[in-house]
């Protein structure tokens, strides 16, 4: 008697083990968190003769993975317990669950470095009755190799990402040019402000003739690698574009078009562009859709707001309206630009900055240079948000001719 006990028990125990090898050998193939719970419900069923378990893992709240030979559906059932009292196995029927879990006797919990990770239901009559510590080991197996997948999954995805936004800066830095003006008559600034994330924001100044220059500004909808592509294809069509023509109409349609043709109307991009001939004192200008910059036409002129022109570019197939404002006889000026990160930026009462703030603060410092005019603005800003975080790239330029 005492014989066929003893080979029972050396034959349970080489059940075992061929279990955990063949459960090591499926982690090691890398097998989907679907076939490992269904390769744990084969190996209790069958080497333990477990005709009735549920296994719920903590994801936040418990969550039913495993449940066969049931009665009910425990996948839309709750289990009313946060954690366990202790590591040990529980008999249900000595702590309080609801009707529902009277199916089951014994409550196995499985730790992992003193944290619980999983909890077994089983029917057994009897604890001896059943290797309840196989039981727990196969299950620590199972749970600690799927949350290594999913670890492992979130690494190689925060690498990705991480990857992606280097490639985006880089492709956004290309975009601005690599110097501006700061001499003579003419002076020009441009700050970039990161947010965490890579956005689409992007200014230019492009040195047409030598009486000519263009002068812009843009933000495009979205964030990361596909904002500073759609933004790297726009640049290129601007340049291309304005070797060929300074009428400002011709280039915003064709700006339009190419957006639209490239995105199918999901992505668009604001923007606003001057253009200054200083021979001929004239200024002209399209705002389509940006924030509208603050312009000073002369010394003692008041400041206002550049608004005119058409909607967003890359919404529609065709701009409905395109309105060019001119302004003649402009021998001196102040324009600031900016982007939404600047005006939208708020403090910890959720008080935006906004543009009020703006043109009060260029009208009380015109007689400033670009430069100081943009550690001035960035200072208010700051002593505004008291410490709180940019919720967006702020990006500013700033063109003084006098």
């Known amino acids: 008697m005492e014989t066929s006990i003893e080979n029972y028990k050396l034959y349970a125990r080489e059940l075992e083990l061929k279990a955990i090898l063949e459960v090591t050998q499926a982690i090691n193939n890398n097998l989907p968190e679907d076939a490992l719970y269904k390769i744990y419900h084969f190996t209790l069923r069958a080497n333990l003769n477990i005709s009735r378990l549920c296994l719920y893992v903590w994801e936040e709240k418990w969550k039913c993975k495993v449940c066969y030979g ?7 059932i709750n289990l009313p317990i946060k954690t366990f009292l202790s ?40 604890a001896e009755s059943a290797d309840t510590a196989f039981i ?36 956004q830095t290309q975009l601005f040019p690599k110097k501006l003006p700061q001499y003579g008559n003419i002076q020009v600034k441009a700050d970039y402000y990161p947010h965490q994330i890579v956005g689409g924001d992007y200014y230019d100044y492009i040195q047409i003739d030598k009486d000519q220059f263009l002068f812009c ?32 109409k011709k280039i915003l349609n064709e700006l339009n078009y190419l957006i639209f043709q490239n995105t199918g109307g999901e992505r ?19 705002n389509a859709g940006h924030n509208p910059p603050v312009f000073l036409k002369s010394q003692g002129a008041e400041p206002e707001f550049l608004e005119k022109g058409t909607i967003v570019l890359g919404a529609l197939n065709q701009l409905p309206f395109l309105h060019e404002t001119i302004f003649d006889n402009i021998e001196d000026f102040l324009l600031f630009t900016y982007t939404d990160g600047l005006t939208e930026s708020t403090n910890h009462n959720d008080d935006e900055f906004g543009s ?20 001035g603005l960035m200072k208010d800003l700051s002593d505004f948000c008291d410490g709180k975080v940019f919720s967006d790239d702020v990006t500013l330029l700033t063109c003084k001719v006098c």
Do not use: W
């Open 136 to 171: 727990q080991t196969l299950t620590n197996i199972i749970i600690v190799a799927i949350e290594n997948k999913k670890l492992a999954g979130q690494q190689l995805a925060q690498e990705a990402l991480k990857k992606e936004l280097e490639i985006a800066k880089a492709v």
């Open 217 to 248: 500004i843009a933000d495009a909808s979205g964030k990361g690698i596909s904002a500073a592509l759609l933004m790297s294809n726009f640049q290129a069509a601007l340049r291309a574009l304005i070797r060929q023509t300074t009428d400002l």
């Open 268 to 286: 668009f991009i604001t923007f606003f562009c001057a253009l200054y001939n200083t021979n001929e004192k004239k200024f002209k200008y399209i």
């Open 70 to 76: 049931t009665k009910n559906d425990y996948h839309h």
């Open 87 to 126: 590591k040990l196995i529980t008999n249900l029927p000595d702590i309080s669950l609801s009707e529902e879990f009277e199916e089951f006797s014994l409550l196995i919990p499985v730790f992992h470095k003193d944290v619980p990770v999983a909890c077994v239901l089983v029917n057994i009559p009897e």
């Open 356 to 375: 009020d703030r703006i043109i009060d603060f260029i009208n009380t410092n015109r007689e400033l240079n670009p430069e100081q005019i943009h550690e």
